[in-house]
């Protein structure tokens, strides 16, 4: 019998008063609006595949496959980072469920609300040898969810399924946000249910605006009372950019922020000083040196090392006010004068419309005068410096450009030099894990959704060896994502790291790549750049209209040293050897 046939009488016997309880995570799925699942067919999965592929035929929830579960785990990422909705990625057992960690972990360092589905082996052979079973009782993947998700748990009664599913999501979007996880065993996902109304599911997600007003109060009082206030914004400010521009110029402070924080910060701005810690600007640096402030207020800041320079006490004082969702995070500010514990976006909007905060009339400069040149941007003949990349991009890119930056030298590079107005989160970087590849993947999940805009890639040749093949799904779907491949045939972090903290320089080279013919050979559209004048003929617009993707191959100087000292510093602070 075909597998056509089987599908057939399979859907027939799906009458319309049954369905089986992976149609009816599809259902919950729909709802939410989740749109894709992102993942790797396998054999213990195939029922919740089943399921999609008849939500697929409905123009409902469908099926995105990447070519490895990471991959997959970064594209729900990317997706959730563009929607603010719930990813959806999901595995087979054994090896899938174990391909997927990463992705998740990521996740949930940065606070991504994501739902992970793993199938099981039949429940009747855990602990018997069956292949690929990860219960309990052999490879413990609940276990191993545990330590990277909000919640991990396993189905063992079909009972338990939907009270378990809205129990996940539920913690997926209280705060601070994150993945959760579900272990299903096959024989649980195709059994036949009858089908019954969802209840007011979508309550599960609603946002609850609720802050400490004691702590508000105090904060109010100490604004009122000075005029050297200094905005410090990082990730946890999510879609709250209007807010912070608009309190900063009421305020007239000055804004500094962590690598994360860019995305939410007019960065053209006059009152922008800069990134301030990992790849940060001397200008932020001297403004906190300088110390002529009153109150410093941190918002959504994880004050993690890259943010903090690994800890300056010229930041992390009794100045400091730190406004977080975040309980967590309080224990790294300890020796603040205020914490502001609730949701951030509440406490802004209650910030600019209290009668009690004024507009100040403050002349910036008078805190900080530090207003001399940043490094000379090289542009020597025949040699592209990442400098003059980054700067250029930002220049030249269309205003609602979704970019994506990768851990490596591209985090020094865009940090420091990709400079833009915009505040509504399309810069997008993952510094909690720092997990190579993130942005192939977070890229393709994202355009999934944002098909009418151009997505940007920046990647390292290191991370684009890890990851190439990921390129093929945005090809399969028509995505006009574009990956930029930093192509120095090194992995570049690694090798000036250990040039700049003195280490023996080993393990960074990699092999010369024409990473254009590499996409070309895949059917995929690419450009080779290695210098000035071919950068600067890329038509952006063209490229988004393609309706599929490109690789830019960019030969970049391999010699000249990213800003990452600050990096080095809290390496050699921690006794590591590089």
């Known amino acids: ?34 749109q894709f699942v992102f993942g790797v067919p396998g054999g213990a999965i195939e029922p919740f595949l089943n399921a999609l592929a008849r939500s697929e035929r409905n123009k409902k929830t469908k099926l995105i496959v990447a070519r490895h579960e990471a991959g997959a785990a970064f ?66 993947m609940i276990g191993m969810f545990k330590h990277c998700t ?25 705060e601070p946000k994150g993945p959760v996880h579900l272990s299903i065993p096959s024989d649980i996902l195709g059994k036949i249910t009858q089908v019954k109304p969802l209840q007011n599911v979508k309550l599960l997600t609603r946002t609850r605006p609720m802050f400490d007003h004691l702590a508000y109060h105090q904060l109010c009082s100490k604004i009122k009372v000075t005029s050297r206030i200094v905005l410090f914004i990082g990730n946890g400010a999510q879609s709250c950019g209007n ?38 600007h001397q200008k932020a640096k001297k403004l906190i040196e300088n110390q002529k402030f009153s ?28 406004i977080d969702q975040n309980l967590e995070h309080f224990s790294r500010s300890t020796m603040a004068n205020l914490h502001l514990h609730g949701h951030i976006p509440s406490i802004l909007i209650k910030l600019l419309h209290d009668p009690e905060i004024e507009q100040k009339n403050l002349i910036v400069h008078d805190i900080a005068t530090y207003l001399e040149q940043e490094t000379e941007i090289l542009a020597r003949d025949k ?24 851990a490596g030298n591209a985090w020094s590079w865009a940090s420091h030099y990709y400079l833009r107005a915009d ?13 190579m590849t993130w942005a192939i993947g977070a890229s393709i999940g994202s355009a999934c959704i944002a098909k009418n805009k151009l997505t940007i890639c920046i990647t390292g040749d290191g991370s684009y060896l890890m990851s190439a093949q990921e390129i093929t799904v945005a090809k399969q779907h028509n995505l006009p994502v574009v990956i930029i491949v ?35 050979a895949m059917g995929i559209n690419s450009l080779e750049i290695t210098n000035i004048n071919d950068l600067t003929k890329i038509n952006w617009l063209v490229l988004k209209e393609l309706k599929a993707p490109t690789l830019i191959d960019i030969h970049i100087d391999p010699i000249v040293i990213p800003p990452m000292g600050e990096r080095i510093k809290g390496l050699a602070t921690s006794g590591d050897a590089k």
Not at 266 to 271: A, I, K, R, S, V
Not at 296 to 322: F, R, Y
Not at 390 to 401: A, G, K
Not at 423 to 435: D, F, K, N, P, V
């Open 1 to 34: 019998m075909t597998t056509l046939v089987l599908e057939q009488k399979h859907t027939e016997l799906l009458s319309n008063s049954q369905e089986t309880y992976a149609d009816l995570i599809i259902r919950y799925l729909d709802e939410f609006e989740s």
């Open 75 to 140: 594209m729900a990422d990317g997706f959730s980072r563009e929607t603010g909705k719930l990813g959806v990625c999901c595995a087979t057992t054994g090896p899938g469920a174990t391909n997927l960690l990463t992705g998740v972990a990521c996740a949930y360092t940065d606070n991504i609300p994501m739902l992970v589905i793993t199938a099981q082996v039949a429940i009747v052979k855990f602990g018997s040898g069956a292949l690929q079973d990860s219960s309990c009782s052999a490879i413990d």
């Open 150 to 174: 909000k919640y991990s748990s396993l189905v063992s009664h079909v009972q338990q399924l939907e009270r378990k599913l809205k129990t996940a999501i539920l913690a997926a979007f209280t």
């Open 243 to 280: 807010y912070i521009m608009t309190l900063a110029h009421k305020l007239q402070s000055p804004i500094i922020c962590d690598m994360m924080g860019k995305a939410w910060v007019d960065e053209t701005d006059p009152l922008f000083y800069g990134v301030y810690g990992f790849a940060g």
């Open 295 to 322: 109150l410093l207020i941190a918002i959504g800041t994880q004050l993690g090392e890259l943010a903090t320079s690994g800890g300056d006490l010229l930041l992390l004082n009794h100045k400091l006010v730190h």
């Open 383 to 406: 040699v592209l410096h990442p400098q003059f990349l980054f700067e250029y991009l930002s220049q030249s890119l269309p205003e609602d450009t979704r970019t994506f930056i990768d």
């Open 423 to 435: 505040y509504e989160g399309y810069y997008r970087i993952a510094t909690g894990l720092g997990a």
């Open 486 to 520: 930093l192509n120095d045939s090194a992995l570049g972090m690694v090798k000036h790291g250990q040039l700049l903290g003195g280490a023996e320089p080993l393990g960074y080279e990699l092999p010369d790549i024409n990473f254009s013919a590499m996409a070309k």
